[in-house]
């Protein structure tokens, strides 16, 4: 099995999970993406509490890859620190934007790393990093 076949088969399986797909009862940010271009349009939900990340989720419909990139967002912030999630999102744009990144910190993301297949093509990297960048207002 070549690498681009389990990366499909990774991306499908993130996109196919709705454990994360829910309504935040007393969610502190509230932050919708859309992308007119394909359709995506995600909310995504954080309830913070003492600076960590209690709980994330999303609401709305998208394609594969953001439906798959917004899952594994959700898996690597929750529970975190603030400053912990806002690293990791540090880390994702400067992986996505092609930047070198010392191996730790793209293996600190986890199957999110995958995403970086996507960088190149303008067309799905708006798909890959659209709920990033409403992680990325939540967290300011």
């Not at 003492?50 to 899952?71: H, K, P, R, Y």
């Not at 010392?102 to 190149?120: K, M, N, R, T, V």
Request: hydrophobic fraction near 40%; include cysteine.
């Amino acid at each position: 099995m070549g690498i681009e076949t389990v990366y499909q088969q990774t991306l499908l399986d993130y996109s196919r999970r709705t454990e994360h797909k829910h309504q935040i009862d007393g969610a502190t940010g509230i932050e919708r993406g859309h992308n007119p271009s394909c359709g995506d349009d995600l909310t995504l939900l954080i309830k913070q509490k003492d600076g960590i990340v209690e709980d994330a989720s999303f609401l709305g419909v998208g394609c594969a890859v953001s439906t798959a990139s917004t899952n594994m967002l959700i898996e690597l912030i929750k529970g975190k620190t603030v400053e912990q999630a806002r690293h990791y999102l540090e880390i994702f744009f400067n992986m996505m934007a092609g930047k070198p990144q010392p191996d730790a910190d793209l293996d600190s993301l986890g199957d999110a790393q995958i995403l970086a297949y996507f960088a190149e093509m303008p067309a799905r990297i708006k798909c890959a990093t659209l709920s990033w960048h409403s992680a990325q207002v939540l967290l300011q």
